[in-house]
C-alpha cells in the first residue's frame, strides 16, 4: 500500500532562509509524487510534480524538489522564504495511470515565516 | 475560466439530519474525487468518479456516506444521520481524465460541522 510521511508537522524559518520541508514516500509501482499547498481557508494548489522524466523539478513561487528513488524521497526547497510562503504543505503520491489516480496525501506540514 | 466550485461553504447541521454537498468540477474534466480534510486524520480520499460511474469507492468510512454523478459533471456527496465525527472540511478535485501523472484541481471546500 502507499503511504507518505512528511517529517516535521510544524517548520519555521527567517524570511531570507532555506526552506526544506521533508517527504518520504512508499508504494510498489514507480510513483507520481506531487507538492500541494494550502493558504487559509482555501483549496489546494499544485505547486510542483514529477511523473517521469528529470528527477529535478521546479514549480510555482521558486519552490523546486527533487526525486530520489534510492532514498524514497521527495523534499521540497526554495533558496529563500518570503512571507507570502507561509500556508500548509502536503506531499502526495499517486500509482500509475490505470489506478485512478487517488492521492495518498502526507499529514502535512505548516510553515512559518519569521520577519 | 471557471475552476471547481463547491456549495455550500458552510454547513452545520444537528447530529442525526442528512446533509448534501455539492460539487461542480471543471468543464471537461472527467475525473471527479472527493476528499475529507479533518484534524485528527489529515486528508483522506473517499471516492472517485470517471465519467458517471465510481471505480473507486474505498476511502467511504461508512454507509452512511453515498455520493453521484450525473451528466458527467455534477457531483454530489450524501452524508446520512450525520454524526460529531463527520465534521470536516471536504474537497472536491477534478483532473483532465483519471490518469494518476495528470493534475488535480481543488475546490475551497465544504465545512461541515455537525453539533
Known amino acids: 500500500a502507499q503511504s507518505v510521511t512528511q517529517l516535521g508537522s510544524h517548520v519555521s524559518v527567517s524570511e531570507g532562509a532555506l526552506v526544506l520541508l521533508r517527504c518520504n514516500y512508499s508504494?510498489?509501482?514507480?510513483?507520481?509524487l506531487f507538492w500541494y499547498v494550502q493558504y487559509p481557508n482555501q483549496g489546494l494548489q499544485l505547486l510542483l510534480k514529477y511523473t517521469t522524466g528529470a528527477t529535478l523539478v521546479k514549480g510555482i513561487n521558486g519552490f523546486e524538489a527533487e526525486f530520489k528513488k534510492s532514498e524514497t524521497s521527495f523534499h521540497l526547497t526554495k533558496p529563500s522564504a518570503h512571507m507570502s510562503d507561509a500556508a500548509e504543505y502536503f506531499c502526495?503520491?499517486?500509482?500509475?495511470?490505470?489506478?485512478?489516480?487517488?492521492?495518498?496525501f502526507g499529514q502535512g506540514t505548516e510553515l512559518s515565516v519569521k520577519p | 475560466g471557471a475552476g471547481v466550485s463547491q456549495s455550500p461553504s458552510n454547513k452545520v447541521t444537528e447530529k442525526g439530519k442528512d446533509v448534501e454537498l455539492r460539487c461542480d468540477p471543471i468543464s471537461g474534466h472527467t475525473a471527479l474525487y472527493w476528499y475529507r480534510q479533518s484534524l485528527g486524520q489529515g486528508l483522506e480520499f473517499l471516492i472517485y468518479?470517471?465519467?458517471?460511474?465510481?471505480?473507486?469507492k474505498s476511502g467511504l468510512p461508512s454507509d452512511r456516506f453515498s455520493a453521484e454523478r450525473t451528466g458527467g459533471s455534477v457531483s454530489t456527496l450524501t452524508i446520512q444521520r450525520t454524526q460529531q465525527e463527520d465534521s470536516a472540511v471536504y474537497l472536491c478535485?477534478?483532473?483532465?481524465?483519471?490518469?494518476?501523472?495528470?493534475?488535480?484541481?481543488f475546490g475551497p471546500g465544504t465545512r461541515l460541522t455537525v453539533l
Open positions: 502526495a503520491v499517486s500509482e500509475g495511470d490505470n489506478q485512478g489516480g487517488k492521492l495518498i
Open positions: 478535485a477534478s483532473s483532465l481524465d483519471g490518469r494518476g501523472h495528470n493534475e488535480q484541481f
Open positions: 468518479f470517471q465519467g458517471n460511474s465510481a471505480p473507486d
Open positions: 508504494s510498489s509501482v514507480p510513483p507520481y
